[in-house]
């Protein structure tokens, strides 16, 4: 059983950076890593993904040249940096693991309790 735990959300003004991370409770290099998004009245959206061993990385078209996933398994996180934010990026954000990476939300068995981001224009 791996349990997620993300951190770094808040608040920020169009333009700025944000860093957000994911803590696992257990070894990650064994599993790929997703990042979502949910906005109040919105579907959960697709914003990044990485794999396992850090290699290859994918991403949402909203957020490509702007966002960027990484891992790093020695210490179990996995991150998502986050440039020139828009309001549009205010939502709730996830981090999710399974074996293997994939933009569809219903692929992964692991999710953390995600952390708010709010972009103030």
């Known amino acids: 059983q791996l349990q997620l735990v993300e951190s770094g959300g808040g608040l920020v003004q169009a333009g700025g950076s944000l860093r957000l991370s994911c803590a696992a409770s257990?070894?990650?290099?064994?599993?790929?890593m997703g990042w979502f998004r949910q906005a109040p009245g919105k579907e959960r959206e697709f914003v990044g993904a990485?794999?396992?061993?850090?290699?290859?990385?994918y991403y949402g078209n909203s957020v490509k040249g702007r966002f960027t996933v990484s891992r790093d398994n020695a210490k179990n996180m996995a991150y998502l940096q986050m440039n020139s934010l828009k309001p549009e990026d205010t939502a709730v954000y996830y981090c999710?693991?399974?074996?293997?990476?994939?933009?569809?939300?219903?692929?992964?068995?692991?999710w953390g309790q995600g952390t708010q981001v709010t972009v103030s224009s």
């Open positions: 999710a693991a399974d074996l293997d990476v994939s933009s569809w939300s219903g692929s992964y068995a692991y």
């Open positions: 257990g070894r990650t290099n064994g599993y790929g």
């Open positions: 990485i794999s396992r061993n850090g290699i290859n990385t």
